[in-house]
């Protein structure tokens, strides 16, 4: 094999990285944090934005573009999101370069410092709300649902591809509402379409809840959360949708007309997805091979690797390869013919494993003439000699059972790995091991962080539609009365 | 009408602006010279980028994605680069903001000072060919044709909505290649992608052509562009595709093995349209009532408008509408009802003209009994009374002959504001009236020079496709010799 990974059992986070670089994923660029995203994990990232940019515009959401820089003093206006936001971001405070008149190059000039500095956007409300407060003066004009795809930058200290850089790619969506408990449901519509994305084309069983009040969003009087299972055991946030209340709009002046004449401040949803997810795919289904895309995401649904000796056989085994590939495109799939001639099949079949392309195809002169092909499934790393009559159908069918096999193990990992637990004792050392544990809590911020201190794990969410959660019990820690189970674990 | 337009005739400038805003494609934001793209405007945006993301990806480019951030040294690497942009930017010099220790709210915290200043991308040809060091090697590597879709910021000093902003939005086009005339066939190509749409879905008809060596991009051997004729008669560049020679190479040391084993420096291509065609499309077709879109740009192609007196008549008249809506929906169409029951139908009228939807349709009960409908044209702003009979197919046939009508309207424009010119004093006389003058040029920089002193005249292009321009001459300026007509204009 050309490129060796990593393990996972032998270092889980090695193995990570190796995924992600040698797979031509995503890369460290010259700049301290920030990513370059290579064009095979950019075009599996523009599958997920396309399918969710759909799913959004079905829910009555409409793209727009607002600035990347926010005036410093922004911040300042909403209290907690100063306090949750503003503190390690991009600081603009010039405009203009010069060469050095000492002969050193490209300098800052420093007559073209700015009278405000600019903050590059660590989250948009701020500067969205000020923009609504000119688009609403009348209940005409609600509900505002504006969602941009851009850039955010957050100067993490510790980074690592997708999880977490200094500027990564998301989506923000800013809902604007004349009731509460239409921004409410708004922002439970959108948590559930994020579910729905993460189940359906990540193949990703999340679990759906609210945040304690602890792990809100700055400003947010309630977070929702779709959190995963990494293979490791431990949550991964994926997605998170916040009702903001009427504090963006108070901090920034936005009141309406209601139907009877009288003024009131608007209500607010935010919601976001990030490049995280990428990360949340490499972590979730990869193996010790490689990646392991779920069809509905992978750049190449099938990879076709032809196996001949002479040119007359390369010529046969192509034109055959060439035929099924247009019936397969004629289905919407995406297929790629691997003609390089370089390089030997097993070199080949290596590559497009680490890849994590769903369906290999192989062929020779031999297959050929038996009317045959091999076909491997990327999933479960199994080979099957198949007739080719009828072949494209079978692959139609079988990267439908690709797509569900992924979700169905994922779901069982997950499983088998989350259970209710009653002991201090006991959740002191299953918590290690990597596992989600379902336990009563007080509902007091003093418990969750009493419990994180000693443990590091912390209420990974509230559960909105797992029924095994909804009973009377006791605080693990206080011993104090609960009426339901949350989720504690280990977080990226 | 609820908004009014400035005439064109009475100030050009202003009518523009008042489509910008009226129309609701953008605004300016709370941050100097950086805009709201507003959703109507947004969603033309996205058609644009929809298509000719199509036309990159025919061309076997592949998306990826740069930081938003670059090194400061970087810039002096590439000596011509420096002298051409890196001068008015966005300087990030901190990382962190801190509580005013005197309590005047959020402070740029001192101690968080970078160690290196970062500058927002003005164009990403700097940290681009960094990274491409990483992944070239070999002749096998090549050619790498990456595009990214990115904000980039340039502080400029007069702004204006879509035509110069600090922050814009935009594609930029990076290719390596192993050989001069590979890259610079490759940069034909991308400007002749850029004409193909512009003439046909923006029905812009562009004049393509190499710029003068003064005109070109910093650091370029060759810049080609389109250029587009305004109804004032100015000039817009609307896209630039650059032949890069080995200049970023050299300056990133970018080097690989040819297939004789001997190291050779890569050769290079950029390519770029940006937010700029918003303001071509705006210009170029727009009139007094408001915007004129092409159908293949409108986010609405067709609006309807119920007119009715009592409940039973608007259910009768929005059946109809809703059944038609369908017809054209399959076919591919994206169609309004404009069910609003507060705005008078002159009102909805006036608005849809504004925002340039380029057919509506107006059915009343009468037409309803007379099984007619009554079909307006953006365009030309006529009126038919239509048969229901067969109207969808109807309407999906003069959505195309809008499309082509558009162009032609356009292209009659340009063709009878652009003329030959052999007269120094005749050229100073028309060039001020809104003309494009096909004139010789002795093809120095210094009567290129002198001519833009005298009379703010460029030139747009040396022509390539145009056959009337190849002809032997004497410089309009100089009087010395000359082997073909070049482009002068006045432009924005």
């Given at each position: 094999?050309?490129?060796?990974?990593?393990?996972?059992a032998?270092?889980?986070?090695?193995?990570?990285n190796?995924?992600?670089?040698?797979?031509?994923l995503?890369?460290?660029?010259?700049?301290?944090?920030?990513?370059?995203?290579?064009?095979?994990?950019?075009?599996?990232?523009?599958?997920?934005?396309?399918?969710?940019?759909?799913?959004?515009?079905?829910?009555?959401?409409?793209?727009?573009?607002?600035?990347?820089?926010?005036?410093?003093?922004?911040?300042?206006?909403e209290?907690e999101?100063?306090?949750?936001?503003?503190?390690e971001?991009?600081?603009?405070?010039?405009?203009?370069?010069?060469?050095?008149?000492?002969?050193g190059?490209?300098?800052?000039?420093?007559?073209?410092?700015?009278?405000?500095?600019?903050?590059?956007?660590?989250?948009?409300?701020?500067?969205?709300?000020?923009?609504?407060?000119?688009?609403?003066?009348?209940?005409?004009?609600?509900?505002?649902?504006?969602?941009?795809?851009?850039?955010?930058?957050?100067?993490?200290?510790?980074?690592?591809?997708?999880?977490?850089?200094?500027?990564?790619?998301?989506?923000?969506g800013?809902?604007?509402?004349?009731?509460?408990?239409?921004?409410?449901?708004?922002?439970?519509?959108m948590?559930?379409?994020?579910?729905?994305?993460?189940?359906?084309?990540?193949?990703?069983?999340?679990?759906v809840?609210?945040?304690?009040?602890?792990e809100?969003?700055?400003?947010a009087?309630?977070?929702?959360?779709?959190?995963a299972?990494?293979?490791?055991?431990?949550?991964?946030?994926?997605?998170?949708?916040?009702f903001?209340g009427?504090?963006?709009?108070?901090?920034?002046?936005?009141?309406?007309?209601?139907?009877?004449?009288?003024?009131?401040?608007?209500?607010?949803?935010?919601?976001?997805?990030?490049?995280?997810l990428?990360?949340?795919?490499?972590?979730?289904?990869?193996?010790?091979?490689?990646?392991?895309?779920?069809?509905?995401?992978?750049?190449?649904?099938?990879?076709?690797?032809p196996?001949?000796?002479t040119?007359?056989?390369?010529?046969?085994?192509?034109?055959?390869?060439?035929?099924?590939?247009k019936?397969?495109?004629?289905?919407?799939?995406?297929?790629?013919?691997?003609e390089?001639?370089?390089?030997?099949?097993g070199?080949?079949?290596?590559?497009?494993?680490?890849?994590g392309?769903?369906?290999r195809?192989?062929?020779g002169?031999?297959?050929?003439?038996?009317?045959?092909?091999?076909?491997a499934?990327?999933d479960?790393?199994?080979?099957?000699?198949?007739?080719?009559?009828?072949?494209?159908?079978?692959?139609?069918?079988?990267?439908?059972?690709?797509?569900?096999?992924?979700?169905?193990k994922?779901?069982?990992?997950?499983?088998?790995?989350?259970?209710?637990c009653?002991?201090?004792?006991?959740?002191?050392?299953?918590?290690?091991?990597?596992k989600?544990?379902?336990?009563?809590?007080?509902?007091?911020?003093?418990?969750?962080?009493?419990?994180?201190?000693e443990?590091?794990?912390?209420?990974?969410?509230?559960?909105?539609?797992?029924?095994?959660?909804?009973?009377?019990?006791?605080?693990?820690?206080?011993g104090?009365?609960?009426?339901q189970?949350?989720v504690?674990?280990?977080?990226?």
């Open positions: 094999m050309a490129k060796e990974v990593t393990n996972r032998e270092n889980y986070s090695q193995w990570y190796d995924l992600a670089l040698k797979a031509d995503a890369e460290q660029s010259a700049v301290r944090g920030c990513m370059v995203i290579k064009p095979y994990g950019y075009a599996i990232w523009e599958k997920m934005q396309g399918i969710l940019d759909g799913m959004f515009k079905q829910t009555g959401v409409q793209n727009a573009y607002f600035p990347l820089f926010i005036p410093k003093s922004f911040f300042s206006r209290a999101h100063v306090a949750g936001f503003a503190k971001c991009a600081v603009v405070t010039h405009h203009r370069l010069m060469n050095d008149p000492n002969g190059g490209v300098v800052v000039d420093p007559d073209a410092k700015l009278e405000e500095e600019l903050i590059v956007r660590p989250t948009s409300e701020t500067i969205i709300w000020n923009t609504y407060k000119n688009w609403i003066t009348s209940w005409r004009d609600l509900p505002v649902l504006c969602n941009q795809w851009c850039n955010v930058v957050r100067w993490e200290m510790r980074t690592r591809l997708f999880l977490r850089t200094a500027e990564f790619l998301w989506q923000e800013h809902t604007a509402h004349a009731t509460a408990e239409e921004a409410q449901a708004k922002a439970e519509e948590v559930q379409v994020y579910a729905r994305f993460a189940r359906e084309v990540m193949a990703l069983p999340v679990i809840g609210h945040k304690s009040p602890n809100r969003f700055a400003g009087l309630d977070t929702l959360t779709i959190e299972m990494m293979q490791d055991g431990k949550a991964l946030q994926a997605g998170t949708s916040h903001l009427q504090n963006f709009a108070k901090s920034f002046d936005v009141q309406f007309a209601n139907k009877d004449g009288k003024q009131e401040y608007v209500w607010a949803t935010s919601w976001g997805v990030s490049t995280r990428m990360g949340a795919l490499i972590m979730a289904h990869g193996d010790d091979n490689g990646l392991v895309l779920p069809p509905k995401l992978a750049p190449i649904q099938v990879v076709m690797v196996i001949f000796r040119e007359e056989e390369m010529n046969a085994v192509l034109d055959k390869m060439h035929a099924i590939k019936e397969l495109e004629a289905m919407g799939h995406s297929v790629r013919i691997d390089r001639d370089t390089l030997r099949p070199f080949k079949f290596a590559e497009w494993e680490l890849k392309v769903p369906v195809l192989a062929m002169a031999r297959d050929l003439a038996a009317g045959t092909v091999e076909v499934r990327r479960t790393l199994t080979k099957e000699t198949m007739s080719l009559d009828g072949i494209a159908a079978h692959i139609d069918g079988l990267l439908e059972d690709i797509q569900q096999n992924i979700y169905d994922a779901e069982a990992f997950r499983d088998g790995n989350i259970e209710k009653d002991s201090w004792e006991e959740f002191k050392e299953k918590i290690k091991t990597g989600f544990l379902l336990c009563h809590w007080d509902g007091t911020t003093e418990t969750e962080q009493a419990i994180k201190d443990t590091k794990a912390t209420i990974r969410c509230i559960p909105v539609d797992t029924c095994v959660c909804k009973e009377e019990g006791k605080c693990i820690y206080s104090k009365p609960s009426g189970r949350v504690f674990a280990i977080s990226y």
